[in-house]
Nanobody
Framework: QVQLVESGGGLVQTGGSLRLSCAAS????????MGWFRQAPGKEREFVAA????????YYTDSVKGRFAISRDNAKNTVYLEMNSLKPEDTAVYYC?????????????????WGQGTQVTGSS
């Protein structure tokens, strides 16, 4: 089992930056693919980015490519989402999630563990 706690959300102006962190409990963090998802009001939860267990491979949804970067520090049991050039449409609750498989996947149903979410609000 793994427990996840996100932090780092907030209010940011268009074009600004934020870094989200997700701290995981347990000693097996490196055995999980980690993902970030987001959910805007009235919309379904959508995939944002994911990173392989070693951190060597990453995958992004098209709308954030070139602006967001996912990374992980297995020694610190933490995964990060660096968000740059933020847009109002990036406003959402951001969730980190853990998937016990070895394959990077973008479907939320494949992730068995979720954090409570952190709000990111972009303002113009």
């Amino acid at each position: 089992q793994v427990q996840l706690v996100e932090s780092g959300g907030g209010l940011v102006q268009t074009g600004g930056s934020l870094r989200l962190s997700c701290a995981a409990s347990g000693r097996t963090f490196s055995s999980y693919v980690m993902g970030w998802f987001r959910q805007a009001p009235g919309k379904e939860r959508e995939f944002v980015a994911a990173i392989s267990r070693s951190g060597g491979n990453t995958y992004y949804t098209d709308s954030v490519k070139g602006r967001f970067a996912i990374s992980r520090d297995n020694a610190k049991n933490t995964v990060y989402l660096e968000m740059n050039s933020l847009k109002p449409e990036d406003t959402a609750v951001y969730y980190c999630a853990a998937d016990g498989s070895s394959i990077i996947r973008s479907t939320p149903e494949r992730y068995g563990y979720w954090g409570q979410g952190t709000q990111v609000t972009g303002s113009s």
